[in-house]
Structure formats: structure tokens, C-alpha cells
């Protein structure tokens, strides 16, 4: 074999090497396959001129044959790299789908701010390259369909909100043309709250087309702050009109300060020679109230002293005193059943505080022992109350305990009689609510009965923390302590007064206790001895 033909076949193993190297394989698939019909054309032809040279033609073809296969590697991976994208975008395109169509099922009032979000989505849809061919057609067809569904809805959105704003914009220039015929010739005292109201009515329209929101916004600002200041400006002249009376009724207000001391005859003449004066001044402007209210006062301040030694009416008092002590006896020896005994409470306190106002060192004393009195009575009523309650409380306590006893296992039997017996003593309410869960199955059953346990948990310790928490034990208990006394100080701080209790609360908390039908049978006597004790305090505070 000659060096010519050497070089021919090297060359052909060199071009196929180059190409194999290129970067882009597929670019060079053409020219592969001419190669290979070449080389495979020069190595025949060669063959069949010199038989001898069959062992280098043979290194020849196993050269070429090793660089075409690395050639149909790179362009296997290549064909696999472009599949993988396909399947990423296509990934990423069925996320875009899936944001079109969440977005498709948002109610009507949410559309407005859609649009900016579909633009997006349609760019990047376009930005994303090809997907797997199999599913170009449905993924094409998903898009259109949702995109095109959510482009009809906003269409029809911003047609109602353009209406919308139409019908802003006529209404927005009847309030405009209505506060120009105020400001025309304006009466002060009438026109400020109907110019008021018309603002409030601008507010409340909202928004309309934006230039026209804006030119009739000016106008209408403009004539508000005109009026306005016309407005105090006229005031500001009338000020200094009544600046005469009013240093005319200060001088009143001395007067009437120096009415201390005299006898009651004297002081009621005084003070009506002072009454009409008063009226004979003129009206004194902004200030005429304020002086009016110092003027009165101390008019009252002094009549006031004078009804502080009121002996009638603290004779009236002592004798709803004796009343009451009378009514506390009786309700004490079982003479007057509760209900009874409120009514008359109540009839006693009507009495009390018709004997109307009265002042000084008696009164205040008298009003404190009434309130005290009434404090032993209600808690005494409270007591009774309670009482009444914890009798029928043992009877529930023991009917929910075989109840839930029976529902906590895991073949309850027939509970018809236990329903019965919660019945009689919760009511059919109740034991309605127990009766859905012998349906249900032993899991089941057990969860609700827990739940249940829980709410009343919560609503224990709920009311205890609001009448503050009594914590007893070690360290971790005292903790608890700690953290409820900071947790008391900080609402006391910043909510106000401490929290007021009236008898609502407890109806409220006693209701809403009662009202779940079961609890855990191994902890209902805990809880129900909890629910007692936190029900006495409760009745406790209210009483004090």
C-alpha cells in the first residue's frame, strides 16, 4: 500500500475525529454518513487492488469504526440533554397551567388585580422552548382554553368596573354642582353638616375614571376650602362681637362663687337675682356654654353644702335599713324561697334611691353601708343559688360518668337507659348530644368524649385565670403564679379597670359548662370539683 493511499484513509479517520469534536454532532450527521460510505467505498476499492495490504486496511477500519462510535455517543447524549429540557419545560409550562386555571376559579371581586399576573404567565409561556412531542397538543390546547376563559372573565370585570365607575363620576358631579348651590349664599349654621355630609358622600362613592376623579376632586376641594374658610372667618368676627358678654358673665361667675355661707333663704334669692342678670346679657358665642356650665356649678356647689344636713331623707334611708335586715333574716331562716326574696331586694333598692341625692359626710357614710348590705345580701342569695345548683350537680356528674364510661368502651351495649338518666337530669337537649355518638365507632367516641373534656377544661381554667389563678405547690407552681401576676398587672395596666363580674358571667359560665354532655369518666369528678370551686368564686366576687 502506497503513502497516498495511507494518507487518504488517515484522512478520512481524522475528519470523522474533527467532526466527532465540533460540539454539536448533529450539525455533522450528514457529513458522517458520507464519510462512512467513503471510507467504506476507499477501503473496497483498495482491497480489491491489493490484496496484500488486508491486515493495515483491517486497523484502518477498526480506527475509523472506534471514532464513529464515540461520533453516535455524543449524539445520543446530546439527543438525550435536548430531551430532558423538553421534559423540564414542559414541567414548568403545566405549572403556568395550573396558576391559569387557580387563578380562572377566583370570585369576581378578586379579577382586578389578575391581569398583570396572566401577562407575566403568557410571556414566560412563550419564553419556555419546546416539550415532548406527545404532549405538545394537550398542554397547547390546556393553556388556550384556561388562558382564554380568564381573558373573557377579566373582559367582562373590567366592563362592570368601567360602568361602575361611570355611574361614580355622574354621581360624584350631582355632589358637585349640590355644593356649589351651598357656597352660593351660604347660612353657616345650616350649610357646615350638609357640606359635611356631602363630603362624607364623596368619600364613600369611591373611585371613578381617573381624570375626571381628579378634575372634579379639585373642583370640589376647591369650593370646601373656600367655604371653609369663609366660614371661620365670619366666626372670627362674631368672636370679638361677643367679647362685651363675655366679660360681663365672668363677672357673674365670681359672683356666684362668692354665694359660700349664706343661710339657705338668702342664698336661694341670691342666686335668682344672679339667674336673672344672666339672662339680660347677650349671648357670649363658643365660650357662652363653658361659662354658663362654671356659672351653674357653682350655684349647685353651694346648694349642694346646703342639702348635705338633710335629715329626712337619711330617716327615710335607716328605715330601708331595717327593711333590709328584716329581709336578710327571713331569707336566712327559709321564711322567703330566693326568687321571692329578689323581688322584694329589688323593690327595697327602688325604694332606697327614691330617696334621691344626697350630700356630705352623712350621705356618703349611709351610701356605703348600703352597699354593703347589698353585698351580704346578693352573696347570700348566691349561696343559696349555689346550693340548689351542687345538689343536682351530683346527680349529672354520676349520670355522665356511666355514660361515658359505657361510650369508652369499645362495645357500648344498650345505653338507651343511661341516656334516659342524663335526660332527667341535663335535658333532652343534652342527651341528644350524647345519643349521636353511639354511632359512631369506639375511636370515635373516645376522641368526642375527650374534645369535650377539654372545652370544659378550657372553659375552667379560662375563668379561673380571669378571677386569678389560686396556684399552691413548688417551685413550678410558683412559677405559675409569677406568670398569672404579671399577666393580671399588665391587663390591669393597659386594659383599664380590673374586669367587673355580674351574675350574666356565671349564668354564662354554668350555661356553657353544662351544655357539653360528657367528659372523660376517669377524670369527671376532677373536673366537676374544679368547675364547682371556680362557680364559687366566681358568685364570690360578684357578691363583693
Known sequence: MDEATLQRLEQFCTELEELTKSGDPEEHKQRRSELEKEFADAVSEIAAQDPEAKDELEKFRKKFARIDKTFSSALFQLYQTRDLERWEHYALKLKICEEIEVLNSLPDDKLPGVLPRLKQLRERWSQLGAVPHEKSEELWERFRKSSNSLSRRLDNCFAEIDASRAKVD???????????????????AAATPQLKALQQKWKELGAGHMK??????????????????????????????????????????????????LPPDELRRAAQQLYREWRNIPYAGRDDQKLYERFKAAIDAHFAAAHAADETKLKEREACFVEFVSLRDKLESGELDPAAANDLYILLRRKYEATGQLYGDAAAKSDRRWRGECAKLEKLLGEIRLKSFFDG????????????????????????VLLDALSSVAGQGVADKAAKLVERNADARRQAIEEFGSRRRALVDDMSRRLGAEVEGGLENNVQMLAMALENAIRGNFAGEEERFTPEHANDFEREFLALPLAPSAGADELFEAFEHTLRRLVDKISR
Open 212 to 261: 375626571h376623579d381628579r378634575e372634579a376632586f379639585a373642583q370640589f376641594r376647591a369650593l370646601c376650602d373656600k367655604f371653609f374658610a369663609d366660614r371661620n372667618a365670619f366666626f372670627s368676627e362674631r368672636k370679638n362681637a361677643f367679647s362685651g358678654a363675655v366679660e360681663q358673665k365672668k363677672q357673674l361667675v365670681e359672683s356666684a362663687a362668692k354665694l359660700a355661707g
Open 170 to 188: 355622574e354621581a360624584k358631579q350631582a355632589l358637585l354642582e349640590e355644593a356649589k348651590t351651598l357656597c352660593e349664599n351660604p347660612n353657616y
Open 393 to 416: 350537680s351530683v346527680a349529672r356528674r354520676d349520670a355522665e360518668k356511666a355514660l361515658a364510661a359505657a361510650l369508652e368502651a369499645d362495645d357500648p351495649g344498650d345505653v338507651q
